[in-house]
Structure formats: C-alpha cells, structure tokens
C-alpha cells in the first residue's frame, strides 16, 4: 500500500511540469491507498487542476506566514509518512517546517542551498549530469522505486481542446507556434529575429501562431514580433487560460521558444520544440524528449561571458548576462528549423 505522501513544489511551470512524470511513477508503484498530497502555487494549480489522484494544498507566496500557518490547518492532522521537498528557495525550506512528515526527502547535498539541509533527514541520490525531470525523478529513490518511465498525461480538459481547435482550420497547413518570452527576460530572443524566422517558415507554407500571456513584455514583444514580419500571422497572445495553454501547444507542429514553462509543456504535449538556448544548457533544462531541434549556445556563451568551456562550468551554471542571447542567430534557428522539416517532410 502507497505510504501517505506530500510533494512540494511551488514553481515554475516548467518545473511542475517535470513532476507530474514523478506522480506517474508513484501512482503506478501503488495503485492502492491514499492521494498524493502537493502544496503548489497559484499558477501550477491552474495548469494541474484536475490531475487526477492528487490532492492539491495551494500556497500564495504573498500571504506570508499567515498563508503557511493556513496550509498546516488545511493538511491531514496524523501528517504523512514521507515529504518530497522538491523547492530549494529560503520561503520553500521555511514553508515545508508547516508540513508534518516522519520522512523529509531533500535534495543532494551538492544541489542543496538556502538552508535546505535544516529542513530534510534524507537526501536523493548525488547524480551529476542529469536533466531536472531525472533529478526531480529520483525523489523516488529513497521510497526504493526508480523512475524508469516518463509519462505526462497532463489534465487537459475536452473544452480547452474545442477552444484550441476553433484558433485555426485544420487543413494540413504545418504551424510554427512562437512562444517568445521565458519569465528569465534575459533568456529572451530579439524580436526581429523571431520576425525573420517566422517569415522563413512562412515563405515555407507554414502558418505561423503566437501565444503568450497577459503581462506587458509579452503583449510588446508580440507586437514588435508582428511589426517585423512581412506575412501574417495568428495572434493568440494574453488570449488563452493555462488550462488551454497545452491544447494550443499541441496543434503546433513546432514550437519556437526560449528556455520556458511552455517548452516544457509542448513536450509534454507531444509537440517537438525549437529551443534557443545561450543563456542555459539544453541538457540539462531543455525539451526532455527530442532536443534534436534546439539551437544550442550555452558553451559560446560560457567562453564569452565566464571566460571557461561549458565543460568546466558547475552542472547547472545559469548564464544570464546582458546580450547572451545574441549569440543565438537567425541562421541558427532556421538551420534548426530545416533540420525539422527534413525530419518530418514540412
């Protein structure tokens, strides 16, 4: 029977993505026995809602320790066999104090930083090397199970598929989906160059469909995207909810992004992704299942900006520095982008 579990992990939409293949592995090693537990943001709980067997404790980082001492009423009072502490943050560590569990399961000592320490009495496995889905994946290592199968199945509502299918006809025309902002502004690709991309995929016969959400970069980035470009293109930017977000990501046949939630759920989705990458390693962070198609700098980019190979970099060494993302040319993404369509006949 399935020990009583609590996950927590709060942010980001990528990240939360990356767990879900970890709930997969815990509900198939126990198919018996109680819900999973996860504490999770706003954010999460609006992509995840709905994920079925998991039972959701959502936690506003602006309530502050008003919001924990909250949680800790909303758990089960007996608390849990084990916690996955899968958040590194200080307010995460202080966070899982409000969460009661005989097991603390935390991260390596290696990864481990804010504290975190304090706050577990067992650590996952010191893997170096390793994609974040396979380090948040092995969080199940100490329950002595493995996660040899990654699985998504994200809980995607019949009406957000009707919305996504009503964007567009389905006429066999191939779809270039721009997703142009990371919530990392510096990861972020010039607009121009998307402009130029997208006008050689649409010269291709390719229709080409922004997405994006509500905040200001995002609607200027789309706007300047659209300026740049001499074909049209379909704008969906601020217009869909989290919960349509992957049954958009699914109708494209590539998706074009920085490092981002939405690269992540494309893939989970099934939907191949052109990811630019300078500002970090797409093996470690990119698409988790085909990263045949993204553009890879971050080695470039450990030379010009920390003056040492990528090689000799710590597994993880984010490279945020003004202009890193200038390294990722136009050539390089249509490069990128005609490696797809050899692949796939597009």
């Keep these: 029977m399935r020990p009583s579990l609590c996950l927590l992990r709060l942010s980001a939409l990528g990240d939360v993505t990356h767990v879900v293949p970890l709930v997969r592995t815990l509900q198939r090693a126990w198919p018996d026995g109680p819900p999973l537990h996860w504490v999770i943001d706003p954010a999460g709980f609006r992509l995840l809602e709905g994920l079925e067997g ?73 893997r170096p090397g390793l994609h974040v889905l396979d380090v948040l994946g092995s969080f199940c290592e100490p329950l002595g199970l493995r996660q040899d199968t990654v699985t998504w199945d994200l809980p995607v509502p019949e009406a957000a598929h009707e919305w996504a299918r009503e964007q567009w006809p389905d006429d066999g025309t191939p779809v270039l989906m721009v997703s142009p902002c990371s919530s990392h502004a510096l990861r972020n690709w010039r607009a121009e160059r998307y402009a130029a991309l997208a006008d050689h995929a649409a010269a291709c016969g390719w229709r080409i469909v922004l997405c994006g959400g509500r905040s200001e970069l995002e609607r200027q980035t789309a706007d300047a995207i659209l300026a740049g470009m001499r074909a049209p293109a379909l704008d969906l930017v601020g217009k869909d909810t989290l919960k349509q977000l992957p049954a958009l990501l699914a109708r494209a046949d590539l998706l074009v992004t920085p490092d981002s939630g939405p690269m992540h759920i494309a893939n989970a989705m099934g939907t191949k992704v052109l990811g630019l990458h300078a500002a970090t390693d797409p093996e470690r962070s990119g698409p988790y299942s085909d990263r045949r198609y993204c553009v890879d700098r971050y080695d470039d980019a450990a030379r010009r900006f920390l003056g040492k190979p990528a090689a000799s970099l710590k597994w993880g060494t984010k490279i945020e520095h003004d202009g890193v993302m200038d390294l990722v040319t136009v050539e390089d993404a249509i490069e990128a982008f005609e490696r797809y369509r050899n692949d796939h006949g597009g």
Aim: net charge positive; no cysteine; glycine share 6%.
């Design 54 to 126: 998991v039972v959701f404790h959502v936690y506003d980082k602006r309530t502050g320790l008003a919001g924990m001492r909250e949680l800790r009423r909303a758990l089960p009072a007996e608390g849990f066999d084990a916690l996955l502490h899968m958040q590194l943050a200080a307010r995460a560590n202080l966070l899982s104090a409000f969460i009661p569990a005989r097991r603390r399961i935390g991260y390596d000592r290696t990864r481990s930083k804010e504290l975190h320490g304090l706050f577990v009495n067992e650590r996952i496995p010191d």
